[in-house]
């Protein structure tokens, strides 16, 4: 039997393209031609012996296949990636300001410093967990190189789109909701201080639906907001990104509450062309960030590649 050995070059344009959800963006960034890019995405497929892409719309969507190739493509570039900086002995020093919000900070952050810090242990990380407002404010004023941020709409000069995550009702691990919506009782929301882009979702949602609601706890923290939640204080609103175990999203319709929207995930750069190691430590987060995503979104609400010739 014939082994296959797949090409790294090509591996990289694939998960290039499903991380910026786009495979001309792709062939930007990678300083190629869409018609290369096009040939590359060809020769997988031949070189995998089975189809990875399928028609979504006019784009292309991952077959089952093209989602476990997906996960190999990034196991194996970081791979290489940390194996050539390992034997080039690349010395990359300096300092890398990353900014992103608290969902992070607990499940991507951790792995993010720690690939980077294997392979380039020179480079200082200043890290800070901020809300939104402020990530977008220290990115475009230059205190921050990179900003991993929720997208209200607001696109920077150089910013890079990673997925559209849904926003779901979030309660208790352990036991049922206290609220029925036949009880006569306005819902009870635990949520995050002002401004708040999933808090003004949800009381949108809640308000199209007909549905009476109530601050019934309002934290600056994140923590704060896991603990009501767990107490009973009132159901809140996130992502499934970085949930702890004693929480858990809730099904809609089952609990007779409004299906919610998807919030766009946006990797923002102080400048369009980073040095070394912002350039390098973007790369490892935007490999991470779709790890983390992936894992939790279904294939339906993931972004879509656009058709790439």
């Not at 493509?73 to 690349?90: C, G, H, K, P």
């Not at 201080?193 to 199209?208: G, I, Q, S, V």
Request: some cysteine.
């Amino acid at each position: 039997m014939r082994r296959t050995i797949f090409d790294l070059d090509v591996l990289r344009t694939f998960a290039t393209g499903m991380e910026l959800g786009n495979f001309a963006r792709a062939a930007d960034r990678l300083g190629r031609s869409t018609s290369a890019v096009s040939a590359q995405l060809k020769k997988l497929e031949e070189q995998a012996g089975t189809p990875i892409f399928r028609k979504a719309g006019r784009g292309l969507a991952l077959t089952d296949a093209g989602e476990t190739m997906l996960a190999y493509a990034r196991r194996l570039l970081e791979l290489n990636d940390e194996a050539a900086a390992a034997v080039q002995s690349i010395e990359l020093e300096g300092w890398v300001r990353l900014g992103l919000q608290e969902d992070f900070g607990e499940t991507l952050l951790p792995d993010v410093l720690g690939r980077f810090a294997r392979a380039h242990p020179k480079v200082r990380i200043e890290a800070r967990v901020v809300r939104n407002v402020e990530l977008i404010e220290r990115v475009t004023s230059g205190k921050l190189d990179l900003a991993l941020a929720w997208s209200d709409g607001t696109l920077t000069p150089q910013c890079d789109k990673i997925a559209d995550v849904p926003m779901r009702w979030i309660g208790p691990a352990e036991g049922t909701i206290a609220w029925s919506l036949g009880s006569g009782e306005p819902l009870p929301l635990a949520s995050l201080e002002a401004p708040c882009l999933l808090r003004t979702a949800a009381t949108k949602a809640l308000d199209e639906a007909g549905i009476s609601w109530r601050l019934s706890f309002v934290s600056p923290s994140l923590g704060g907001l896991w603990a009501a939640t767990v107490a009973g204080l009132g159901i809140t609103i996130r992502t499934p990104i970085g949930l702890p175990r004693k929480v858990r999203p809730l099904v809609a319709k089952e609990a007779s509450l409004p299906e919610l929207p998807s919030l766009g995930l946006v990797l923002h750069r102080a400048e369009a062309e980073p040095g070394p190691a912002a350039a390098r430590l973007a790369s490892i987060m935007l490999q991470s960030v779709g790890e983390a995503v992936a894992d939790v979104v279904p294939q339906a609400v993931r972004p879509v590649a656009r058709a790439y010739a």
